[in-house]
């Protein structure tokens, strides 16, 4: 399969469509501890080793609005109310399996750990199951001047870190997971100062929670240059997808298990099943499946007429098609 992103749209061959944009809260009472004054905030790197775009993606950001609605940095409402962090993501519960490092974005002094919790996803468990450790599996990071980072959702065993360490940028703090209250497997990160959070593409200069108007980076902007322009990636994305024969549970999209299935020539439905995030009101998904040797089999496409924040789903059912030969099908957006 080739998929690839032109324009403010998407095209790919596909029966389903995944919106996806899953809720998580990585903040919990887990407090800050003032150090001493005058020090410069911290520069921030990847909080992650992997590849923006390609096997990662950010898909969160602060929430800055200070009531009941969303608005982050950009003025595109890619958060959701009472975000406190930054979400990157990896593909699936395969890649999470296969482990995806965690990575100390700034050095400073580990403040508290916790470990130990299950990743599973908490619509399954509850939110009543994860109360007062929402952050799951995860560390604070002391670096003076009163600035605090947070990763969460790590996963269960994984966190290489003792209360007391020091550590170094880019150093390894442990790996990716789903634990605490988190719809999918990603490393959330919190950035404080004075236990005020701190929105990392803002700073400090322009932008508590609640003032920012600019729908911009901030003067003070907390990234080193190079994370910067590895985070500055397209927002919405095609993430994963993958063929099936039959109707297609976002949990098993999501679990990994679809990816590569083989599928006998007499099935009696043919699936290209693509999850997305934040696909945005104007975009178009052209639907494309072609069978070897080129023959199209199905062209069609469907335009987003607004914002998805949620799961949405479009099946369309097959007739029973057979292939005259063996050979892969293939889905393509151009």
């Known amino acids: 399969m080739i998929f690839s992103r032109i324009g403010p749209g998407f095209l790919g061959l596909a029966v389903v469509l995944l919106w996806f944009t899953g809720i998580t809260q990585a903040q919990d009472r887990n407090g800050g501890v003032t150090g001493p004054s005058g020090l410069a905030p911290p520069r921030l790197s990847l909080p992650i080793r992997c590849d923006p775009g390609r096997d990662c993606w ?17 003025c595109e409402g890619r958060t959701y109310d009472g975000h406190k962090g930054t979400d990157i993501a990896i593909r699936d519960l395969v890649a999470m399996k296969k482990g995806v490092d965690v990575l100390a974005s700034a050095g400073g ?22 109360k007062g450790r929402e952050c799951g599996n995860g560390l604070v990071v002391q670096h003076g001047g009163g600035w605090q980072t ?7 065993g994984s966190v290489a870190v003792r209360k007391g360490d020091v550590v170094v940028r880019g150093q390894r703090l442990g790996l990716v997971g789903h634990s605490g209250k988190a719809q999918f497997p990603h490393v959330h990160l919190s ?41 500055r990636t397209e927002g919405t994305a095609l993430f994963n997808a993958g063929f099936a024969s039959g109707a297609v549970k976002p949990e098993a999209a999501r679990s990994g298990l679809l990816a590569g299935t083989r599928m006998s020539r007499r099935a009696a439905a043919l699936v290209l099943w693509v999850d997305m995030y934040w696909p945005r009101a104007g975009d178009e998904i052209r639907l494309r499946v072609a069978a070897p040797g080129g023959r ?21 059912k097959n007739g029973r098609r057979r292939f005259g030969r063996r050979g892969s099908i293939a889905g393509k957006s151009c």
């Open 296 to 316: 199209v089999l199905m062209d069609k496409a469907v335009r987003v007429k607004k914002p998805r924040r949620g799961g949405s789903f479009l099946p369309e």
């Open 150 to 156: 947070q990763y969460c959702h790590m996963r269960k």
């Open 109 to 130: 002094v580990v403040l508290g750990v916790r470990d130990g919790m299950a990743d599973v996803d908490v619509t399954v468990t509850g939110g009543k199951s994860v």
């Open 191 to 231: 950035v404080r100062r004075n236990k005020q959070v701190i929105d990392p593409f803002v700073g400090p200069d322009d932008a508590g929670v609640g003032t920012r108007r600019a729908c911009r980076p901030g003067r003070g902007q907390l990234w080193a240059e190079d994370a910067l322009a590895e985070l």
């Open 58 to 74: 950010l898909v969160n950001h602060v929430d800055l609005d200070p009531g009941p609605g969303v608005r982050d940095f950009a």
